[in-house]
């Protein structure tokens, strides 16, 4: 499994107000990195932008050696790169294992019948439902919607993961748990780009971040480092505190 992804001069406005400008980094294959800065800073545009639900304005993003700024979301999902989303969008009326049956779809193998049906459940043993696949998506708690969400997310058997606030509103034992899930995703050679504001998870998950304001790359390198540069406690705090 590869699963380098470099960005290099990403911009987008959106208007007048420039998102995203000019930003560049790289996650190194096997990688998890966090993605963090302020409300606005203009980091799920990022996301948006490499799973292909935004179209730069500028710069590159290329995977494993593929351009993948023109790119539309379903031929990003079959190089190897899938997401979740800030807000667990499930399809209610479908069940669970239908629901991450569906994600199949996108991914970069296709699975049928019998086939299928066991790698959705390998998928749901993976996140921890194992055996609940028949249960109504309405019925599920939050944890266990987050855990679907990662379960379709996985389904697509992506290189690189978007993780976009997957951890935010869990309670510390829930967080616990996700934060083990993200850690064997790793152990198994996936890339990860977690975009989090939680930074017991960054600092658990990230030895390395990248740190955004106002649509710029304002700090990155080794978290611990990152995390008590002065510009990077001026943004998210404001100067007083610099
Ligand atoms: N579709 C859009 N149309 C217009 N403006 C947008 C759009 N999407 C984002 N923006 C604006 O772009 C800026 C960056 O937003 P973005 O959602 O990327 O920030 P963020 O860092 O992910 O914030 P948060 O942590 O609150 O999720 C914000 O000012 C936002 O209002």
Redesign the pocket.
Known sequence: MNGRLEITGLKKR?GG?T?VNGVSFAVEPGEVIGLL?P???????VMNMVSGALRADAGSIRFDGVELTRLKPNKIAKHGVARTF?LVRPLPTLSVAENVLLSFAFGRKRHWGREAQMLVEEKLEFVGLGGRGGEEVGNLTYIDQKRMELARALASEPKLLLLDEWLAGLNPSELRIGIDLVRHLQGLGMSVLL?E?IMEAVRALCSRCVV?SAGEVIASGESEAVLKAPQVISAYLGDDHA
């Open positions: 959106f107000l998102a800065g409300n606005g800073s203009g980091k799920t545009t800030q975009v504001h955004m």
